[in-house]
């Protein structure tokens, strides 16, 4: 064989031992070494993949590891890659690269400028939005005039306001952190839809929108509405919500709220990052001790986390999933729900014994505040019928990017026939307690019961149910709860031939009784039937 | 178990060839019966953990080819030709029964509004070791070849894993020899290492990075969802291109690990792209299935030689079996009839020098204008190209929204808005470096990298090459964004 010959021989053999040794080289690395003294061979944390690493498989039936044959070899590949040594790292630095070089989504987050991140896809849609991708239909509009003048109807029934604000998105108020070629394209976004929607509705000064202050703090002022590396408005961000908020508040309560916002409360970050004062804050890559992924939001709670349940119920997941607040002196009763979007940002109001300060202006006193719920019928009536009393006001809380999905998925019977009630009442129909009338037609029903409760042997935490009749004839029926106050809606209903010129009658089970129930209707126009 | 699995290529793998090199040693018939032991043995547990229903399958089929091989063997000794050619109809009955069972049977209990879980599920690799199976059977009867040795070398054959799931569909011919002898040689290895590392590169950094737009633009028209004219336009490219990387670095995956392990498997993929009509185009694109079509379907049915008509008949007919051959959908059917119809109306508009010949007409002269050359290749990727657009798509309706938008009939929807979220700086390099790398751009830089510097030099730049694309390629696949090759489906 010449030298060439050789030569060429021996970079072959070399290649080809390098690419045997390095491809087999992590598992002789797990195999010399054992998980609890190298936790860098530990399954990728499930922390941050959000799962549970796959576990290694067993064909015995009663193990809770238990795999059928034909799935073993799925199931160790998947174990496999869970444990796959240098997985964290190369995760890590895939993320980084993703960002830093390609200038590419790592799954659902979109690079910006510097350390911004967007969200886009599943749940959190919020480029799309910004691209316009999202088109409500007739019907979604239909849905969100129904949500709104509904519940604002049920509200007024019940001697109530409603307040609903969906929060901005980052995309839709830091549109300057994004790469120039997602700007270039903004669309339709939802809120203007919604907004279009609700023009020439009474209920349009119900819906409060933040994004207009959203921007101008950010663009003219510089001030972190949002985090950089996350989805969630920074503590600033939720404060100018609730300023807004109380506003209205002072709006709807003149004399009883102040038009004054509570002062901003503006911990310095590196207090809040060393864990010296409560608030959160966005970590940046220097920062980070255990976070391979990259930049990680810090939150700081100093004292105890554990809030006060006001209503302890359903899931325990979150530990403060229901806050209540109380301030000393008399002031308005607030009722909020909403999501998890500014659960962080609230820490910054936490005070030393653990408790959550939502920052209302003065004149607002107890506020309950449900984390992860929405404002259902059901948990409306829950509220009243718990409380022992009706709250002034109900807040509910939805995000700019989820707003298509809203509407359909809390609109219920009652509220649609609220709003049918209130559309009927604005088209001129007088509101009746008499007979019905005898030629027939369509009508929307209103009942208001005045202290509902179980006289013998009733358990008045059950739901029961109310029967509307008129002339013997059942028209509906309608679920309720027992409290000082409750509203029904029903409706718009045919008027049946039988019970035309008859009385309308509500009948409740044995045991329930109201100290006072007031039936009214009103007759549909026809543009409505 | 796929090819681009961290389970198939840092634990299956290295010990597999490591095992396989220590028998093979210098090739003796002892070393290398050990070696061919080895591989049976691996071959059968990859399909063991890749689908362990299917395996009987696989088996039974393995045995009554070996026994219709040995039958028709016995018979042609024996000079009974219709008792070989009744064995060969029906093992190829038996080959092509259980193919046409699992895929109708499938394609109907996924139908039906079944679960997942109900659905038959078809055994992993169906279409090739059938095809395989065939074609050892017919060469046998051809006397082409000899029956393999024995039933064990015909399980090996069968079973053979860098070929078993997505082919190339190879036949005894051209590997038969390795089972006999196979000394292990450093050159061939190290070429099948460079060759697995471009495979995975295509696969993981080209044809991975193309897909989630083209995908997400079909998602709309699958809804009957207009798209703006420039992306409809932009997404059947790219996923012309995501599709010949996918399946072509497959095909380099199996040539690789098969060159590893001695065997020096076809080529199946001769920068189709880069062809100037539609039959030319077929004899770069998935040879080995081409050929197979060819050999054991379109010249049994006649071929060219009993007239134009006929040879136009014989090739709509074997491409839209080529088409069914991929599923059973009817775009798959609609894919193969278009190839097999433009290949009649080249036959007919632009004879090949062949036909030329027969016809005694003047052949093209050998300077041909550069205005003919692109013209030529235009026309061959705007053809190809829409077979794609038929092949992608899950019904006419999907087709026909995609053809609306394409052409501006159809007007943009606000979802296509969002496809703006996939022009990402990834996909554009993507389609960037695809476009140019799917013509023969690299193979033109190793001639000109041999002539001005020494072999172990270009080697040496050779292997450095291989080792940062399958770095690179190795570092997508563990972030997670590996998709499955696309035709594992078939």
Redesign the interface.
Known sequence: MSK?GK???F???A??A???VA??A??VVRLASSHSKRPLFLPFPAKTENRNPHQWPSLRKNSPRYTK??E??RA??AW??DS?AW?TE??A??RN??FNV?????GRD?PGRGNWTFR?GGDW?E??DW?????LSAEDRRNWIDLVEGRREWAEAVGAKYITFPTPTKAQTCFNEMYP??RA?R??SLRSQIQETLRDSPARDDVIFVDDEFISEREERGRPVFFDSDHHPSAYGVWLIYKKLGRRLAELFPGRVSPDPMPWYDAPPEDVLAGRAPGCWAERPGDQTDAPLGIRMKISSPGERQLMNAFPQGSKRWPYRNAATARDGDGITVVMAHDSYMRFSLSSWREPEGSMVFPFPQGVGKVYGHIFQRLSMGFLQHQISSLGFVPDVFIDQFPECRLDKTAHRYLDPVTRSAAAFARAGAAGAATRSDALPSEGGQIAVRVVFDDLGATSGADAANEFEATLTAGGCVLDRQTLMTGPKQALFFGPLDIPADAAGKNLEIELPQGISAKATMVVWRTMPPSNR | ?TFG???F???F???V??VHAALQGGGSRRRTAAANAWLLACSLAAI??????GLKWFVGCAAWTDLATRCVSAALRRGRQRTASAALALAVTADMALLCAFKWLSSSSAGAGADAASAIAIPLGLSFWTFRAVSLVWDVRRGVHPPPPTPLHTLGFMALFPVYVSGPVVRWSEIGGAFERRPFD??L???G??RLAIGLAKKALLADNLAPFADAVWALADQGLGVPCGMAALAVPAYSLRLYFDFSGYSDMAIGMGRMLGFRIPENFLWPYAARSVREFWRRWHVSLSSWFRDYLYIPLGGSRRGAARACINGLVVFTLCGVWHGNGLMFALWGFWHGLLICVERLVAPSPSQRAARREPTAGAAESLVSIALSRVWLLAAVAFGWLLFRSATPATAFSMIRSLVGLAQPS?????L??E?????TAAFAAGAVLCFPVAPALVRLARRVL???AV??AK?AA??AL?CAAL??M???TRQSFLYFQF
Not at chain 1, 131 to 135: K, N, Q, S
Not at chain 2, 423 to 427: E, G, L, R, W, Y
């Open positions: 060439t030569t060429e021989k970079v072959s053999a290649f080809l390098a690419w045997i491809l087999g992590p598992n044959l034909r073993i070899g160790l590949e496999y890659s796959f997985r190369l995760l630095a895939w690269f993703s390609l200038k590419s989504p790592d979109v886009r849609s480029l799309e691209l316009g991708a999202v088109e070629a997602l394209h669309g339709r | 178990m699995s961290l389970f290529l840092t634990a793998l290295p010990p060839l490591i063991f953990l890749s689908d362990l229903p450093v050159d290895a190290a070429s290492m460079r606000a979802e296509s808005r969002a703006w979220l022009c990402t700086p990834v996909f020494p072999g172990w080697l040496l292997n291989a080792t399958a570092f997508f563990v972030s997670g």
